[in-house]
């Protein structure tokens, strides 16, 4: 049994070429079914739909024997006890420090300086800051970023941008990019060595899927 | 209050766990003595210094610790029994030239858990071989190692290989710096191709590519893609010799081998063939070992030593659960009289229980009881 590990949404979406690809067709959509685990037409594949951010924790634990997870999402489990052979090029966005329009960042970042920063994603946002020279204190939200900075909780925000909109709706800047995001196939590290012959068929398959993507 | 509760990733283990452990320990300390390693038993706690290497920051962080009253130094709950194993072979058995065998079982302490299910007190248990720098002692302890997980019945293996001298000779090759070689191994580990790619931009071929193919050769067909299409360099090819010598015998005997050639955890201590077992259905490694040439030399001796550890532990979690062998109740009023038959039955390692609340069978777990029946002390059935 080979399980793999996705979220729903826009990976799931992008993940479908290359699971066909692979010879892979969920037989339910997860939009509309409210089943966490969703057959294939192979008889020993099976998905399970589970939040981005624990999918990592799923194929570390051998919950799933592979996954589809962010950069973003990697960086902050600390992807300890996971391969991450490719970038399978899907789900792209950039990681930016975004501030209220008319905020002076750049003499708010002068080297010694003391920022507030809310995120969901604290690692990356302490490590962008330390590399700067600069102190922060992160405040760790869930959602709405965007409304740190607005109603005086942060100075800037650190999260992911992928068309802009959202920041323009609610007058903010992108003022820094940290990282460009995109989605990571994660596999387990004893799955790798025991089920070798099923899959490194399947890790070819998304190589291969991930080529004629990006020649497209 | 709840002072019943135990500290996050530390737990008791109950009574027929407890069994169950001491057995597994007692038949693998057999078969390590009847392979000729002697047991050491080195202490609980240590000057830091001697737990932990330097710049083994890994290591110095999962190690408590506390400052000795006595001395003013600090002192650290040992968190792996090795480098203590390697500092009796170096100093105390120093006056011993040739091959030593050692091997131990005690638990170390974590600071931090190996993983979210880790316990913080693993069981650790391991034999150690010095002196002896050739293939044979490593295959040495890989058939041990091996047959240890037999011990519990662990039968359906997959023995994991690599080599650290692959991946040393070709950043030797390429010049590279330390801190470079850092950021490298931690890409590597998690065959992190993509960041791979930018950390090694400025790498000059043909080892930007070499080290780019590393976390693709993997698997039973490794060994003959990295002659194919890694560099020819002296170091690298006899770490490929090695592995194909001690693949092929230990296929021979029908062992699962696998290979991968970014399997390079330990690089702190291990200097050459590092290996793990896996086993169907179990999401790490079940024991692990390899090659760590000269870790006793900050103890004044320098030796080859190749050797492997498991967390018993961890071990139990997948042990089929034995059922706890069923006793001989004695009533208590009987006890006195039948005090040298209860003691007989004892020696031969029945176990005999004195029953003083008239308790049924299944609490007291006994499925005879010992009475006096035509003149003697008998054991009969008891339901």
Known sequence: MLTIALSKGRIFDETLPLLAAAGIVPTEDPESSRKLIIETNLPDVRLIIVRASDVPTYVQYGAADLGIAGRDVLIEHGGAGLYQPLDLEIARCRMMVAVKNGFDYDSAVQQGARLRVATKYPQIAREHFARKGVHVDV???????????????????????????????????????ILDISSRLVVNQAALKLKYATLRPVMDAFAAGVKIESQN | MRNWLLPENIADILPASARQLETAKAGMLELFRTHGYELVCPPLIEYVESLVSDGDAALDLKTFKLDDQLSGRQLGLRADITPQVARIDAHLLGSREGVTRLCYAGS??????????????????????????????????????????????????????????????????????????????????????????EELTCVAEPYRSALLRLPELFGPDCLR???????????????????????????????????????????????????????????????????????????????????????????????????????????????????????????????VVIDYLNESAAALNCDRQLVFRDGDWQVVPFH
């Open chain 2, 108 to 197: 170390v302490v974590h600071s931090r858990p190996d993983s979210l299910t880790a316990s913080r007190e693993p069981l650790q248990i391991g034999a150690e071989l010095y002196g002896c720098a050739e293939t044979g002692a490593d295959l040495e302890i890989i058939h041990l190692m091996l047959a240890t997980l037999r011990t519990v019945g662990i039968n359906q293996l997959t023995l994991d290989l690599g080599h650290l001298g692959v991946f040393y000779a070709l950043v030797n090759a390429a010049g590279l710096e330390k801190k470079h070689i850092a950021n490298l191994l931690q890409l590597l580990q998690a065959k992190d191709v993509a960041s791979l790619r």
């Open chain 2, 225 to 351: 893609l990295a002659r194919q299409h890694l560099p020819t360099l002296p170091a690298l090819e006899q770490a490929l010799a090695q592995l194909e010598q001690i693949g092929q015998s230990l296929e021979q005997e029908h062992v699962q081998v696998y290979y991968d050639l970014t399997e390079l955890r330990g690089t702190h201590y291990h200097t050459g063939l590092i290996f793990a077992v896996y086993a169907e259905g179990w999401a790490s490694e079940l024991a692990r070992g390899g090659r760590y040439d000269n870790v006793g030399r900050k103890f004044g001796r320098a030796r080859p030593a190749t050797g492997f550890s498991l967390d018993l532990r961890d071990l139990l979690r997948i042990l089929p659960k034995t059922s706890p062998q069923k006793g001989i109740r004695l009533a208590a009023t009987d006890h006195a009289a039948a005090t040298s038959s209860a003691n007989r039955l004892r020696a031969e390692g029945e176990i």
């Open chain 1, 139 to 177: 405040i760790k939200l869930y959602g709405s970023m965007e409304l740190a900075p607005l109603v005086g909780l942060a100075d800037a925000i650190v999260d992911l941008v992928s068309t802009g909109n959202t920041l323009r709706a609610n007058d903010l800047v992108a003022v820094e990019h």
